[in-house]
């Protein structure tokens, strides 16, 4: 049967996890958002606020609604609250020892219909429900950041997963107001495999010393007709994510235009990752912020 979805849990509350928190509950779930210790729910929860502040501040939402979609969310940092939820996403750093330990834990929490799903950018969906219980309700549920505003949710199957999940999850992500694609687990899936290899090539291109950061964003831009250009977007994924898709894709390929350019590995060494850090390609008034300095 089709599972139905009242009771979401969101575990991980960084940039995506509080932007999907905002999703479910603007589409009217009831949503668990947890994160690994109280101050982080409450850093998770200050996220939220501000999104939805934004919008009000906008005209774009009233303040009585603003509030509906936060009284919808309950934060917390303790999984043992998540028994009654019907479907569980986790966004927490690309680790898989962290994920299938989140998967195992919630094995014991959850009931046997409750539907597991991973925001994974890079790692294999394969490996994260083979190390489950129950790898016939683990499913891939990617969004794009910002999660509030982009369209696409990648469905990411597996040879293990049931149709009924799959079908249940893509209804969702269009209850949701999202366009789901369904794809098969392999190395970056489809979106990534096509946009981090364009990211690479375009560092490459930078880092050779032969265009601007500016122009190369420009020509990105203005010339391929994308919102952002190349360097702006990596700094707005985060280095490190690009980064680690870079590795995923080249173990899978080992073409050396997959392998991540040196000055991407470099940046994320000295701890650049782009906007939440507040460095990166640019230099940004302050972590978090997508104003360059
Ligand atoms: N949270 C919520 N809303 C946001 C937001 C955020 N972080 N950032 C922007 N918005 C909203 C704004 O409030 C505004 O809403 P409105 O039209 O209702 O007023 C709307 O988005 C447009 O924002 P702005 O006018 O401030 O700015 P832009 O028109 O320049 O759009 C952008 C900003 C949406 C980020 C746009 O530049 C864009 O789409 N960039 C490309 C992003 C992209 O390609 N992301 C995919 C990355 S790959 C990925 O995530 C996968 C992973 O696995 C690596």
Redesign the pocket.
């Known amino acids: 049967m089709t599972p139905q979805f009242r009771t979401v849990a969101v575990i991980g509350l960084g940039?995506?996890g509080a932007?999907i928190v905002?999703v479910f509950a603007k589409a009217g779930l009831q949503v668990y958002a947890v994160d690994g210790s109280d101050e982080l729910a409450q850093r998770g929860r200050g996220f939220v606020t501000t999104?939805l502040g934004?919008?009000v501040s906008?005209g774009?939402l009233e303040q009585t609604a603003a509030d509906e979609v936060l009284g919808r969310i309950t934060f917390t940092s303790e999984l043992t609250d998540l028994a009654d939820a019907d479907l569980v996403i986790e966004a927490v750093p690309e680790k898989l020892e962290i994920k299938q330990s989140i998967f195992s834990r919630l094995d014991e929490i959850v009931s046997a219909d409750a539907v597991l799903a991973s925001?994974?950018?890079?790692l294999s969906l394969t490996r994260i429900a083979a190390g489950t219980k129950h790898p016939r309700r683990v499913v891939g549920m990617?969004?794009?950041?910002?999660?509030?505003?982009?369209a696409?949710v990648e469905v990411i199957t597996t040879l293990l997963v049931s149709q009924e999940v799959v079908d249940g999850v893509r209804d969702l992500a269009i209850r949701l107001g999202k366009k789901p694609v369904v794809v098969g687990d392999r190395a970056g899936f489809v979106?990534?495999a096509l946009?981090?290899t364009y990211l690479a090539r375009a560092i490459r291109l930078y880092e050779n010393g032969r265009v601007s950061r500016e122009d190369l964003d420009n020509a990105g831009r203005i010339g391929i007709g994308?919102?952002?250009g190349p360097l702006?977007?990596s700094d707005?994924?985060?280095l490190d994510?690009?980064k680690e898709?870079c590795d995923v894709l080249y173990a899978a390929t080992k073409r050396p235009s997959d392998a991540p350019p040196a000055l991407l590995t470099n940046l994320v060494t000295a701890g650049r990752l782009g906007r939440k850090t507040g460095h990166g390609f640019y230099e940004y008034d302050k972590p978090g912020s997508?104003t360059v300095a």
């Open positions: 940039t995506m932007g905002e999104s934004r919008a906008k774009k925001n994974t950018s890079s990617h969004f794009f950041n910002p999660a509030p505003v982009l696409l979106a990534n946009l981090i994308l919102p952002m702006t977007l707005l994924i985060g994510v690009v898709v997508g």
